[in-house]
């Protein structure tokens, strides 16, 4: 238990330990980076460094107070899970309760007005069990704009017992008079070694799927532990089949192909977060022809388990005929994921998509 059990952004744990260790927990923080990298985490367990019965700058995950904090982490997650069924909107932010830790993430779309006003109303009043309230707003970006004043003076008349963690993907997206209230703490992608060797503890993945796993990750943690291999596989299958087939048959129909892998992916697709997850599939493999094409390191390559493939495919395709793959690929998720007409989509494709023969053998 303790900091140690954290794994990557070994910057941003020191950061925090060293404000514990000081004394100088600031009243407001940000805690900023991409996604999936351990924010809400790293969050939590300042929260309970900052009530833990042995103090030291950590905390022991043993101790009553450690326990409770727990209790009251898997209280608010039911809480939270209960509301977002609730059917009547006006219903969801009904009768809350906060504790001493408490996590505020959106209950619909957003963090709603009522949760901020709640969160005001409570700041300001002792703590019940523990030294001090922390309250923990995930995804702060998403907090409903008539509530963004409302935090914005709880932050600028901080409650002495209340510490505040806002943390967010992007420390952009909040207001800057929101921003500048708070010390911030910066996350970052995660080395590769360390997901690597995360999957290789825990997870049933092979060697193969760990290098492939760790590498669709992009650096965080979260999309590492949560990769499914079969499921990647299938939605890769299209792309993989399109691409085989332009590579070897040459231009003459890459347009229906292209049309042909696109619509296979939506079929995959059971609502529109699948499909760009499935689109992006096919960007990375993109990408992964280009890099290849122009250099030989093979460090940055998504699609490790298929580099022999893409090796062969590169050259046949040509600089111009990615590009050209890309900008069909391009018009295809601007009509697809912005919600045109998707028959449009498919016309365009079919002269988006199509490569200059002479580009070919460049
Ligand atoms: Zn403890």
């Not at 219903?91 to 006003?117: C, N, S, V, W």
């Not at 399109?242 to 609502?271: I, K, P, T, Y």
Request: aromatic share 6%; with cysteine.
């Amino acid at each position: 238990m303790g900091f140690e059990s954290f794994q990557g952004n070994p910057q941003a744990v020191a950061s925090v330990r060293e404000m514990l260790v000081s004394g100088r927990v600031p009243g407001s923080l940000l805690f900023s980076g991409p996604e999936g990298v351990g924010k809400k985490t790293l969050a939590i367990m300042l929260a309970k460094a900052l009530v833990c019965e042995r103090g030291g700058g950590d905390f022991c995950g043993e101790c009553a107070r450690c326990r409770k904090a727990d209790q009251m982490l898997t209280s608010a997650r039911e809480d939270l899970a209960r509301r977002r069924d609730i059917k009547e909107s006006a219903r969801r932010a009904e009768g809350l309760i906060y504790f001493d830790l408490q996590i505020i993430e959106p209950i619909t779309k957003f963090i709603l007005a009522e949760q901020i006003r709640k969160l005001r109303a409570v700041a300001y009043t002792r703590p019940f069990e523990f030294p001090r309230r922390i309250f923990v707003v995930d995804e702060a970006q998403t907090i409903h704009w008539q509530a963004i004043d409302l935090l914005l003076k709880v932050l600028e008349e901080p409650p002495e017992t209340s510490t505040f963690i806002l943390v967010c993907p992007n420390s952009f997206e909040l207001r800057p008079t929101i921003r500048s209230r708070c010390t911030r703490v910066s996350f970052r992608p995660v080395d590769e070694a360390i997901i690597q060797s995360v999957l290789a503890r825990d997870s049933k993945l092979t060697p193969a799927q760990r290098d492939l796993s760790a590498r669709v990750a992009a650096g965080s943690i979260a999309r590492a532990r949560s990769f499914d291999p079969a499921e990647f596989d299938r939605r890769r299958q299209p792309w993989v089949e399109f691409l085989e087939a332009v590579a070897d048959r040459g231009a003459a129909g890459v347009a229906g192909n292209l049309r042909q892998a696109f619509e296979a992916a939506r079929g995959l697709a059971e609502n529109r977060g699948d499909l760009e997850g499935t689109l992006h599939i096919g960007y990375s493999l993109l990408s992964d022809l280009l890099r290849l094409l122009l250099d030989q390191a093979t460090d940055k390559i998504t699609n490790v388990d298929l580099i022999s493939r893409l090796r062969r495919w590169g050259p046949k395709l040509g600089l111009e005929g990615i590009a050209r793959l890309k900008s069909g690929l391009d018009q295809a998720y601007r009509l697809q994921i912005r919600n045109v007409n998707p028959q449009l989509g498919f016309e365009t494709l079919a002269i988006e998509a199509n490569p200059l023969p002479e580009t070919r053998s460049a």
